[in-house]
């Protein structure tokens, strides 16, 4: 029997949330999981089963659209969902963190042009992490989108185009967010 992660919210809302992602992914997930993970295949139909209950929205202020609930909600969610399968907890994390970075950091222009189209989401977020003889892309050139990391993400250069990495920078955006140690 799973475990009821919404037992231990107090928040009555929160834990109807929980309680009904919890439903869904015994319902909608754990029966075609294991075909797409042996598949590799990406879940659109549970991806939208996800953005129907209005999870990609879950960080995201009210007065961009989103639900602004508590992490201890978004916890609970994404509990619920790795125990039907991982990465849909994947999917989700990295659309929330970025989401939640832009309603924390972002200029009001740039919360504006983003969140409302992270709630549907008209647009998903996702991260690279790149670091010196590591990362995701070319040795000894981590901030570019070469052949090897095309092969590696399946993707072919017409897709991938012109785009790279900004450090810590959303478009139109001149001021470096980056805390860390300076680029040589």
């Given at each position: 029997m799973?475990?009821?992660?919404?037992?231990?919210?107090?928040?009555?809302?929160?834990q109807?949330?929980?309680?009904?992602?919890?439903?869904?992914?015994?319902?909608?997930?754990?029966?075609?999981?294991?075909?797409?993970?042996?598949?590799?295949?990406?879940?659109d139909?549970?991806?939208?089963?996800?953005s129907?209950?209005?999870?990609?929205?879950i960080?995201?202020?009210?007065?961009?659209?989103?639900?602004?609930?508590?992490?201890?909600?978004?916890?609970?969610?994404?509990?619920?969902?790795?125990?039907?399968?991982?990465?849909?907890?994947?999917?989700?994390?990295?659309?929330?963190?970025?989401?939640?970075?832009?309603?924390?950091?972002?200029?009001?222009?740039?919360?504006?042009?983003?969140?409302?189209?992270?709630?549907?989401?008209?647009?998903r977020?996702?991260?690279?992490?790149?670091?010196?003889?590591?990362?995701?892309?070319?040795?000894?050139?981590?901030n570019?989108?070469?052949?090897?990391?095309?092969?590696?993400?399946?993707?072919?250069?017409?897709?991938?185009?012109?785009?790279?990495?900004?450090?810590?920078r959303?478009?139109?955006?001149?001021?470096?967010?980056?805390?860390?140690?300076?680029?040589?």
């Open positions: 799973a475990r009821d992660y919404a037992a231990d919210i107090t928040d009555p809302i929160a109807e949330i929980v309680s009904n992602v919890g439903v869904w992914v015994d319902r909608e997930v754990k029966p075609v999981a294991m075909e797409y993970e042996h598949a590799d295949q990406f879940p139909p549970l991806v939208k089963g996800m129907e209950m209005g999870l990609f929205g960080k995201i202020p009210e007065a961009y659209g989103g639900l602004d609930l508590s992490f201890e909600c978004y916890a609970g969610v994404c509990m619920e969902l790795a125990r039907g399968w991982m990465s849909l907890a994947g999917i989700i994390n990295t659309h929330v963190l970025v989401g939640y970075a832009i309603s924390e950091y972002g200029t009001e222009e740039q919360k504006q042009k983003y969140l409302p189209k992270l709630v549907e989401p008209e647009i977020c996702a991260l690279t992490i790149t670091e010196p003889d590591a990362g995701s892309g070319r040795p000894g050139d981590q570019d989108r070469g052949p090897r990391w095309r092969r590696l993400h399946h993707q072919r250069p017409e897709d991938v185009g012109d785009q790279r990495p900004a450090r810590g959303l478009p139109g955006d001149d001021q470096d967010r980056h805390h860390g140690e300076p680029e040589a």
